[in-house]
T-cell receptor, first 113, second 113 residues
Framework: GENVEQHPSTLSVQEGDSAVIKCTYS??????FPWYKQELGKGPQLIID?????GEKKDQRIAVTLNKTAKHFSLHITETQPEDSAVYFC????????????FGTGTSLTVIP | DAMVIQNPRYQVTQFGKPVTLSCSQT?????MYWYQQKSSQAPKLLFH???????NEADTPDNFQSRRPNTSFCFLDIRSPGLGDAAMYLC????????????FGPGTRLTVL
């Protein structure tokens, strides 16, 4: 089965700096890679995703890159703000019936004002 | 405009007393998932439905059951909650086969006394 590893587990940055979170996956059949932001006491919220036919995707201050050959993908947040503080999860999925999602272990991001 | 709704948001039960958690969706999605999330951990898939087809994870305890009476609703039944079942329970949906975004509900925080 799929195994998703995520690093680092905790990350502290100064407001305005960039934050990078990295994930690796093991199953070459995985072709959809979402990133979720989870605030305390709330459900995960999709913030950006990337599909295997794309190498990079950007949405304002957030970007995701995918290297299919190396089986890794990364989340980049630029110009971080205190409200970016949360736990971030990466996941991998295949476009098969039922779509199982395999989650990384999460990164707790703290943006220091 | 809530799309995945979970009730209640907080549930307190006694050790061994059956409890039912509810999830409903307004998205008309084919797939519904139940995850268990413990503190500082990634969501752990318990089971999912593709339409009426039930798919149980191999390591989901028999204590956990699920029902999906129609497209919109899905229930998680915990027959005899133990202290170790205290967690956040997350419901999620995807449209079905293909590249799919997964939408999460806000979760139900279960406390076992």
């Amino acid at each position: 089965g799929e195994n998703v590893e995520q690093h680092p587990s905790t990350l502290s940055v100064q407001e305005g700096d960039s934050a990078v979170i990295k994930c690796t996956y093991s199953d070459s059949a995985s072709n959809y890679f979402p990133w979720y932001k989870q605030e305390l006491g709330k459900g995960p919220q999709l913030i950006i995703d990337i599909r295997s036919n794309v190498g990079e995707k950007k949405d304002q201050r957030i970007a995701v890159t995918l290297n299919k050959t190396a089986k890794h993908f990364s989340l980049h947040i630029t110009e971080t703000q205190p409200e970016d503080s949360a736990v971030y999860f990466c996941a991998a999925s295949t476009s098969t019936r039922g779509n199982q999602f395999y989650f990384g272990t999460g990164t707790s991001l703290t943006v220091i004002p | 405009d809530a799309m995945v709704i979970q009730n209640p948001r907080y549930q307190v039960t006694q050790f061994g007393k059956p409890v039912t958690l509810s999830c409903s969706q307004t998205l008309n999605h084919n797939v519904m998932y139940w995850y268990q999330q413990k503190s500082s951990q990634a969501p752990k898939l318990l089971f999912h439905y593709y339409d009426k087809d039930f798919n149980n994870e191999a390591d989901t305890p028999d204590n956990f059951q699920s029902r999906r009476p129609n497209t919109s609703f899905c229930f998680l039944d915990i027959r005899s909650p133990g202290l170790g079942d205290a967690a956040m329970y997350l419901c999620a949906t995807t449209p079905g086969q293909g590249y799919n975004e997964q939408f999460f509900g806000p979760g139900t925080r279960l406390t076992v006394l």
